[in-house]
Each structure stands twice: as structure tokens, then as C-alpha cells.
């Protein structure tokens, strides 16, 4: 008989004063455990061991589910409906949970919760069992005396730092999500002006400050930084009258954008802090656009060429240019690489490149695409899957306007490349259009005709499951990008933002009434761009997570 953990759950974070430490906990301060009118002799609960051995690993805020056991005794043999209240403490924090008890004896797994601590760091957390007469705990009947201590970790979440989250672009958020509470805050909207688009591009977002860039044609640019949790603004950064202008890029100290002007293009470095100049790199460009700069190791990577197929390198802290591959042909613009240690990946369409990272940035390795090489926009950014392992759209798309905040319409097969030994592992049989993500092995992208979430075995192509828009919404299609988490993939239909659960119900755990483009930093302050398929200029923060 299985003991069946009750999947609401209630988890508030409470404060004890009792509580402290910054390596370990003390005793648990001193919790309530007087029991009510008690049942004498009806029940026996203990843990099965005292210390659990291994130690339990969660981010900062999460409340992770981890197993532990326990010995259940019904003494009297009592058919009477009875619930075990679960408490874990851990620096200063306390979460609860609820399950039924079996009404047989035995040893059974039990689900326990980290409690959501708001800092890194390793902590012994105590947990102590009630077994209650009624659901909420309100009538305790038995109480353990023993606690169980269980080693924790918690460790930091990693800052939005640019397109789909960092220089690999896997759109990854390390958090377990629990999505009982999401509120939102605040939102913010972009000033009319006569400019015509009116639209942001896509955001970034770390240490709590969202950074923002207008999307332009011909107008007045600006780059601004918004409290992520009340939408204050903190700075504004006024560009002038330019062509167009990226999205925003961050390393630690600075915010990196592209603007496009009469005389060229140049990628400009501002302070995080003020919104003040530090550099500015030139670019040869021909009235292009671009997706955001991509940073990694000291460099930022930034597209260029009068007819596209340039890579240019600038040190994050000089300005100077690095790094500089001219030749790659294909797409002119929207596009941006991605890297990790082993080199920088380029896509033009046709050919996918990994170029080395030293100063000659020379072509290290090519594998050719199943479509031709592009001439116009590329709408995409390889995605590092795992080491060597690159994912790429094949071909090149349209959106009517080469634009950062407006969707392309054109559906591609998605690919995965064994870039080492210049092989294309798989390709998909079917056409898709989100920016895909990736965790543990397995691509969430999503697509139209037929509108499906698929997730992929980034090992053989293979769909493992998908998951298609219930035939009573008024849903009909997916757009914009696809976000996952560990317990939960998040992707725009045409009408709401959707969290679909990654155990084996997938079903749905969470929905927006807003359709729209998604980040999430490392304060887990969900960022909402509405528009499904083009940017209103406003932000949304949904918090709770």
C-alpha cells in the first residue's frame, strides 16, 4: 500500500526567531507541539532514520520535494480517518505539509518540502510529524518526539543575462516552481512617442534590476533599468535619433546593446549601476537588426559584416576588439552566437560554425545545415545542448520586419549537431517555431499545424511526450519562447502563458491570461513581454514562484 502525499500542499514560509545560523541550525526554536484532545495509544509515528545521509540540494526560495520514510503504527487498529502534519525548520524558516495516514501499519515513504531560505549556504534542517485528527491540523492527536536532521544546500540562481537566459541559450531557470501564489505586482508600459513600433525587445534581468531597450525604427532609442519588484525606475540611458537598437546583454558590471545608425553600428557598453558609457565598439553594417550580444568569458560577441557573416569580439573591459571572423557568409541579421568553453557557435543558415576562442578566431569545425545558406535574417541562436552537442534551426525566416520584438512566421525543422565530428545527429520531421530550451537531456520547443509543446530526446530526436492545447480553450497556436524549470516547462499560446508539469501527468500547473515573451532572474520574478507574436511595449512581473 502506497502512502499517497497530498498534492496540496500547504507551504508558507513562517519566521522563528529561535532560529539562525549561516552554516547550521540550532534546535528549531520552540514550535507549538501541544497536542489536542488526544486518542490515547491510537497512533505511533517516527522517522526510520534520525539523519538523513545525503544532502538535500535546492535553490534559494525553493520548496523541493525530497523523500524521507517513515514507521507508522496503528495501535488500536482504527479505521478513523487520520492526517500527518509534516514541519521543516531551517534557518529561521518553516514550511508545512499534509498527507492522509494509511490505516495499515508499515514503513512508508514520506514527501517533505524544503522550506524557501532566502540565502545560500549548507544548514541542518529539523523536521517533527503531528498525526491530526482532521486535515488542517487544527485537532493534533499524536506528536513525535524525535526529530529527524537533514543536511541542506542551497544554492544561487543564475541572472537573465541575455537571450534565453546566457551565452548557451538554453533558457533554463534551476528552480523548482510552485505556483500556489503568483500575483503581479506591477507592470510597466512604454511612453507614447511618435516612433512607430512602440515595442520593447527582448529583456534582461539580474540582482533584482530588469534592463530594457526600445525597439526603434528611425526614432529616439532608449536602454532603461526597473526595480523588478516594484517596476521603480532606476535609470534611463537616451541613445538619440538611431536606425534600430538589440536587446540588452549583461556580465557582471555592464549592459551591452547594438544600435545601427547612419554612420554604421556600434555596440555600446553602459554601467549596470547609472546607465553610463564605457565604450563603444564599431561594427561595419548595412542597416541591419539584432537579436542581443552574446558575452562569455570576458568577451562579448556581436554579428556584423555590410552583408552579414562577421563575428567581432570586444574585451568587457577595455572595449578593445579581440576577436574578429569575417568569411561565414549566409543571414545578414538577427542572429547571435552562443559559446561555452569549448569555442563559439555560429548558425548562417545553412552551415553551423564553432569558431575557436583565441584572438585569430579561426573556424575550427562546419557542419553543413539541410537548408541553404540564408540571405536575409536568421531569427535564431544555436542552443548549447551539452558539451559539443549544438542545436540549431535550419534555414532562415521572415517577419515582415527584421525587428527584436516581433515573432517570424516561418516554421523550420529543428536540428541537433555533433559539432566535434562535423555530423548532424538527428533533425525533426515536423516544423517548429518557439526559441527552444533545454534541461537534463530533453529540448521543450513547441510548433503550429498541428499546436503541440513537444519534448525532445536531445539523444535521438525522439518526442518523448507532447502535450497539445485542450480542445474546450480557445487557444490555436504557440509563439514567442519556451522557458523550463525542473518541474515545470512555461510556453505562450496565442491567448495565455502555460506551465505544463514535467512528471509523467504534464499536466497544467499554471496559466496567464496574457500571451507574450518570458525571463526569469535570479530573484524568481517572473518577466512577462505581452504579445504573442509582437511586442505591446509592456512589462509584466509575476512573483511567487
Known amino acids: 500500500m502506497a502512502f499517497k502525499h497530498s498534492a496540496m500542499v500547504a507551504a508558507v514560509a513562517i519566521l522563528m526567531g529561535g532560529c539562525g545560523g549561516d552554516s547550521s541550525d540550532p ?44 514507521e507508522f503504527t496503528n495501535i488500536n487498529g482504527t479505521d478513523t480517518p487520520a492526517w500527518l502534519r509534516a514541519k521543516v525548520f531551517a534557518n529561521a524558516t518553516m514550511v508545512e505539509s499534509f498527507s492522509p495516514l494509511p490505516t495499515e501499519s508499515g514503513t512508508y515513504p514520506l514527501t517533505l518540502f524544503t522550506p524557501p531560505v532566502d540565502t545560500t549556504g549548507q544548514f541542518d534542517a529539523f523536521v517533527m510529524l503531528d498525526v491530526c485528527a482532521d486535515a488542517l491540523c487544527e485537532n493534533v492527536i499524536a506528536v513525535d518526539s524525535n526529530t529527524q536532521t537533514i543536511p541542506l544546500e542551497f544554492y544561487g540562481i543564475p541572472g537573465w543575462d541575455g537571450l534565453q537566459g546566457s551565452a548557451a541559450h538554453t533558457g533554463y531557470v534551476p528552480i523548482w516552481a510552485t505556483p500556489t501564489n503568483i500575483h503581479s505586482p506591477w507592470s510597466w508600459q512604454r511612453p507614447p512617442h511618435s516612433e512607430p513600433l512602440g515595442a520593447i525587445n527582448p529583456v534582461a534581468s539580474q540582482g533584482g534590476i530588469l534592463y530594457l531597450s526600445y525597439d526603434i525604427y528611425h526614432g529616439d532609442a532608449s536602454v532603461l533599468a526597473l526595480d523588478t519588484h516594484t517596476g521603480a525606475p532606476r535609470w534611463e540611458t537616451e541613445l538619440g535619433n538611431i536606425a534600430s537598437l538589440s536587446g540588452p546583454a549583461l556580465d557582471n558590471g555592464q549592459v551591452y546593446v547594438t544600435e545601427v545608425n547612419n554612420e554604421g553600428a556600434d555596440l555600446i557598453a553602459l554601467s549596470r549601476d547609472a546607465g553610463e558609457e564605457q565604450f563603444r565598439g564599431l561594427l561595419d553594417a548595412q542597416w541591419p537588426n539584432w537579436l542581443p550580444p552574446t558575452i562569455y568569458d570576458g568577451v562579448v560577441y556581436q554579428g556584423g559584416g555590410t552583408y552579414g557573416g562577421e563575428i567581432v569580439g570586444f574585451d568587457t573591459t577595455t572595449g578593445n576588439a579581440v576577436f574578429d571572423v569575417t568569411g561565414l557568409g549566409g543571414v545578414w541579421d538577427m542572429y547571435t552566437v552562443a559559446a561555452d568553453e569549448n569555442g563559439v557557435y555560429h548558425s548562417n543558415g545553412g552551415l553551423l560554425y564553432r569558431l575557436s576562442t583565441d584572438a585569430t578566431g579561426s573556424v575550427e569545425r562546419t557542419v553543413s545545415m539541410s537548408s541553404p545558406e540564408g540571405s536575409f535574417s536568421g531569427f535564431d541562436t544555436p542552443m548549447v545542448i551539452a558539451p559539443n552537442v549544438i542545436g540549431a534551426y535550419a534555414g532562415e525566416a521572415s517577419s515582415g520586419r527584421a525587428s527584436g520584438s516581433q515573432e517570424h ?137
Open 409 to 545: 512566421k516561418t516554421a523550420r525543422h529543428y536540428a541537433a549537431y555533433d559539432i566535434e565530428n562535423e555530423t548532424v545527429l538527428w533533425q525533426t520531421d515536423r516544423a517548429y517555431l518557439t526559441h527552444p530550451a533545454t534541461r537534463d537531456g530533453v529540448i521543450y520547443i513547441a510548433g503550429n499545424n498541428p499546436a503541440t509543446l513537444d519534448a525532445i530526446d536531445a539523444d535521438n530526436g525522439e518526442v518523448l511526450w507532447s502535450w497539445t492545447i485542450p480542445p474546450e480553450w480557445n487557444d490555436t497556436s504557440f509563439h514567442r519562447n519556451t522557458l523550463v524549470t525542473d518541474n515545470m516547462v512555461l510556453v505562450s499560446t496565442d491567448k495565455q502563458i502555460v506551465g505544463i508539469g514535467l512528471d509523467s501527468n504534464h499536466g497544467v500547473l499554471f496559466q496567464h491570461n496574457e500571451p507574450g515573451m518570458l525571463a526569469m532572474g535570479d530573484d524568481r520574478v517572473l518577466l512577462l513581454s505581452p504579445g504573442a507574436e509582437e511586442s505591446t511595449g509592456s512589462i509584466r512581473a509575476l512573483v511567487g514562484w
Open 27 to 70: 534546535a528549531p526554536g520552540n514550535p507549538d507541539t501541544t497536542p489536542g484532545p488526544a486518542k490515547p495509544d491510537a497512533y505511533s509515528v517516527f522517522f526510520t532514520q534520525e539523519t538523513l545521509n545525503d544532502t538535500v540540494s535546492a535553490a534559494v526560495g525553493d520548496q523541493r520535494p525530497f523523500l524521507s520514510q517513515i
